[in-house]
């Protein structure tokens, strides 16, 4: 069993102190150190984004990072989305009826969050092409890509 | 008796009940329970196809310090050789053990020789590399039609063929032989003034859930077993952990999570006996396994390749007058491939009076099929989907007339048996003819020298009903808890309380569904065959009258009257000029009588086979023989959208992996037998830039049999993609598709490009 280390980082915002083992990738911390078990693991290879989060705002995959990489970093997963109210995406999801299993969801919100803070006014290619690291097998995408678009919207007019 | 008042709920939609938890990250999945002094657990898979297992050294690894508990074949009774309807097919406990943990033979690349488990997850791991396995390896058997040769290295040794109802003397691949006749094929194609027959091969293709499975145990001291895990299932799962680990049934229960994904895939188990026989060694310490992707796709699933000759004849005005087909798919491992189902969806949009089917189920060293989504149908519906538009364009036949023209009603015999009840496939038929996208002009190539292309196809699918059990309390705020125990796979909870909320006359808010386990809940099937809408639909239904009849009676207490006496009009309880509403009169329980809880198990009938037409532009680049979807509309017979949202997402969802089936995912394997594309890169599956929005057309003809009108929706639409897809290759480059998936490879070669 390796040595573990001491990491300290800011999680949705709150600042946490964590201990990980080096060999721990960003997603077994979150779900198994911190239980914060909203980001999924369908692949830990990263390529199906289902355990996708932001760090330091960059949209990454937590299986492709390790637990100590997020030292003195900044780390927002689905838990962190919703203040007191759901974020518009996450509102337009359930409007829109953009999941039926879910276990993808988590990832697409994040990913879809990252996409609207760089592109406030996507086309319907630009969402297709910025979700394309996300892989949904339920939805064949239809009801997401018009979830995100309807986000977007709403969030343009509150801007 | 189908209820034809105006729906109040039905219809509508609303969020789903278990939305928010999903949106938030809070929803429990199956790997993402935790329990007190939880062990995790690894498996040792075999890195060959094909051998014999000489033996297995577990002593380095159970000395590595954390490690817990170490398992392997010896650790697994003899399971009895019973054969049961299970999920979507029939389970064999003697073969679903030996699948689960392998004896003497390892039998595909990736089947289970030892697990562990041990203090974390990364111990097990470097535990599984300390057991010493010497294997004999031997040749591994990979394609149906190399296994089905006399000549052919047997899988089996045990097994002999089904032929016919007879059981064979040799040795063989071939598990079984099937055939369906109808009237007399070989005078019909004599008669016949057109023939198309044609020859398919189609791949080995995975479910691709998202989520992989899972599976935690905790075997207690007091011989109990209860499982925590993500399946389609829960009773099938407990009567085989039952089965696999010799415990009394009622001594095991399964508590299913959120589920993230199956489509057939989670019928049946894989991990939860070994996750329990590791718990019990490890002093009875709950154990989670969690598969990992390359171990989703070397072990579990997947669906049948298959070979296929179709011929079908019609008279000189395009009536199809006589059909054959001879069907052979890939079981796996052991036997049970859907070859069953998909000789009932060949023909099954058809009618005709002639018609033959001979099908074969037959071994191969590949993980054991599992349903996958309408099991067998897309590569069965493919080919003859592919006839059929062949025959049209001989005869000079638009392909939706051709299909009009010879598209089942009720009454017509199937091949396989059945006679149609009151079906709707021609609507399908008429929704996509009058389709704004058949009616627009196909778009143009995105850059010049490709070609457009577009395609039609339909599908069948039977659907299911089956058993269910709920139960419901009424609070005295007047809302109701309820309780189903059908898995909730992508909306499930909210329709069926849309239905009870339709049936008691109340806001769908007002009622609190959950789901339960096998503990707390009755009986139910598996959510698969498209049952759950439809039979928990059902079984909410009745749940509402008998809420009714009691609430009827409890009125009927505080007025002093007889419960006949009170009439019922949605929530409004009234007798002569007195009136209550279900609120209200929830709110007075105790004075009336006490509190009221109802329960309903029932072995629901009356399921109706369903139909889906639908139209596919395609974009072919003849350079590179890629494929790019441009346009894509489906219609289908529906019943009555329950949720409507859910519906279209079904259809859409059923659609694009259609897609992925069609134009890439493929198992590719060396001829040794190893897989060697088993990750989400190289196992190929629809991203949102593949494809466009998918366009829906809910046709609604109620069943009669059901309370709402429901007809299963969830596996129909995955039917017709591949020969719509192909049929629109035809149309834009003018070759005709064999072979599934319709990759850039197999295209240029159809093209004669390669």
Known sequence: ?159 | MVETKEFKVVGTRPIRPDGIDKVTGRAQYGADIKLQGLLYGKVLRSPHAHARIVSIDTSAAEKLPGVKAVITGRDFPAASNETVHAGEGMVNFSYLSENIMAQTRALYHGHVIAAIAAVDIHTAEEALKLIKVEYEVLPAVIDVLQAMREDSLVVLNELRTDELGEKGTKPTNIASHGRHDLGDVDKAFADAAVIVEREFVTGTVHQGYIEPQNGTALWSMDGSITTWTSTQSAWDERREISEVLKVPLAMVRVIPMEIGGGFGGKLNVYLEPLAAALSRKAGHQPVKLTMGRDEVLKATGPTSASAMRVKMGTDKNGKIVAAYAWMAYEAGAFPGSPVGAGAAVIFGPYRFENARIDYYDVIVNKPKAQAYRAPGGTNAAYAAEVVVNDLAAKLGIDPLEMRLLNGARKGDRRVDGPTYGPIAYLETIEAIKSSAHYNSPKPAPSRPGNKVGRGVASGYWGNWDGRSSASAVINSDGRVSYLEGSTDIGGLRASLAMQLAETIGLNYEDIRPMMGDTQTVGFNDATGGSRSTYGSGMVAHALGKKIIVEMQKHAASLWDVQPEQVNVVRDVYSCGDKSITFKELAGRLDESGGPISVSVSMDTKGALPTFATQVVDIEVDVETGKLQVLRYTAAQDVGRAIHPSYVEGQIQGGVAQGLGWAMHEEYVYDKDGHLMNASLLDYRMPTALDLPMIETILVEVPNPNHPFGVKGVGEVPIVPPAGAVANAICDAVGVRMNVLPMNPRNVLKAMGVL
């Open chain 1, 1 to 159: 069993m390796s040595r573990k280390i001491s990491v300290s980082a800011t999680i949705n915002g709150q600042e946490t102190e964590f201990l990980c083992e080096p060999r721990q990738s960003l997603l077994e911390v979150l779900r198994d150190v911190l239980s914060l078990t909203g980001a999924k693991e369908g692949c830990n290879n990263g390529n199906c984004g289902a355990c996708s989060v932001l760090l330091d705002g960059v949209l990454v995959n937590s299986c492709l990072v390790l637990g100590v990489e997020t030292q003195g970093r900044s780390v927002t997963t689905v838990e962190g989305l919703a203040g007191d109210e759901l974020h518009p995406l996450q509102q337009q999801f359930l409007e829109n009826a953009a999941l039926q299993c879910g276990v993808c969801t988590p990832g697409f919100l994040v990913a879809s969050k990252a996409l609207l803070e760089k592109n406030p006014n996507p086309t319907e290619h630009d969402v297709r092409f910025f979700l394309a690291g996300n892989l949904c097998r339920c939805t064949g995408y239809d009801k997401i890509v018009k979830a995100v678009l309807a986000a977007a919207e709403e969030m343009r007019a509150q801007a």
